[in-house]
């Protein structure tokens, strides 16, 4: 079986850095920085030729990135992926990125973790047949607030919507209902042998259990080194992102019951209540005001035409 082993996806600020540490923490695993390029250029051919061959291009193309950067490798190392000169596919070549990123680590078996990257696992799948999925799925209302507490979302999705300004908690609540449901769509016609899904919340109550449940969808032996991903980068993690918190796991950190309004909480529960009762975590309002539910109809309604990308904006 080929690199990339998995991917981890999710809705942004749903933990998926932290799953990262804990599963790169693995005797037999890495897990790479994020890498939204990688589905991203291969649907614009960026690099490649029409049928998906890597043209010469790509290579500086990579180098020029900021991102590529953490994969620490050098224009050497990719030039050898393509010397033979022989037609690379690019799927061949990004799984010799990730064999070279393995190496540098000691790893045999590469993943990657690319939280966007739940929007376009039909993408992932088509270029690696027998990659797995991780969805890590977190109470949105959580994920809201740290969204609205995070200094990038500026420059970032949700933050660049035109309707972030007007009203930061309803654009957060579709942001997460359409990556979250974007994500389950794609499980879903992938099956149960590629696509697993695993709650924020279960990771921090019951972390044995759930690396327990992890390890074996991946296919590896259970290792209590997972449960101690902080020491690992206490002793320095090379491709680690820099400024990303490295405590060890702990709960309550965000805690929407005592961090979020009740203003705030009807706002989200209003655009994606639907979405919270269908994974389990219990709305708070059995019945919401008339504005509220029209404030939600009005932003969902203004985002509906905000990228194509994006589009059906978090419909059901």
Not at 180 to 191: F, I, N, Q, S, Y
Not at 219 to 228: I, Q, W
Request: charged share 25%; net charge neutral; aromatic share 8%.
């Amino acid at each position: 079986m080929p690199n990339p082993r998995v991917f981890i996806v999710g809705c942004p600020r749903s933990g998926t850095t932290l799953l990262r540490r804990i599963v790169s923490a693995h005797p037999e695993i890495v897990i790479t920085p994020e890498a939204h390029w990688i589905p991203l250029w291969f649907e614009e051919r960026r690099g490649l030729t029409a049928d998906g061959l890597v043209t010469p291009d790509l290579i500086p193309l990579l180098l020029a990135h900021d991102k590529f950067a953490f994969f620490r490798l050098t224009v050497e190392d990719l030039m050898s992926l393509v010397e033979d000169g022989h037609p690379v596919s690019y799927a061949s070549f990004v799984t010799g990125i990730f064999d070279l990123y393995g190496m540098a680590h000691g790893k045999k078996l590469v993943g990657n973790k690319t939280p966007d990257s739940a929007r376009r696992m039909d993408t992932l799948h088509a270029l690696w047949p027998q990659a797995r999925f991780v969805h890590l799925i977190r109470d949105g209302r959580d994920v809201a607030l740290s969204l609205m507490n995070w200094p990038k979302v500026r420059n970032k999705k949700p933050g660049t919507f035109p309707t972030w300004k007007d009203d930061p908690v309803a654009t957060s609540a579709l942001w997460w209902e359409l990556n979250v449901r974007r994500g389950r769509e794609a499980g879903k016609l992938l099956g149960p042998q590629l696509y697993r899904e695993f709650q924020y919340e279960s990771l921090l109550a019951n972390p044995e259990q759930v690396c327990a449940a992890l390890c074996e969808f991946l296919g590896l032996g259970y290792d209590e080194a997972m449960l101690h991903h902080d020491e690992a980068a206490a002793k320095g993690d090379p491709g680690a992102e820099a400024g990303h918190d490295r405590k060890p796991i702990t709960p309550g950190l965000r805690n929407w019951k005592t961090q979020m309004s009740a203003e705030d909480l009807e706002r989200f529960e209003a655009a994606a209540g639907a979405l919270l009762d269908e994974l389990g975590y219990p709305c708070t309002f059995a019945h919401l005001r008339t504005a509220a539910v029209k404030q939600s109809a009005r932003i969902r309604s203004r985002l509906a035409g905000a990228s194509p990308d994006d589009r059906p904006y978090g419909t059901a």
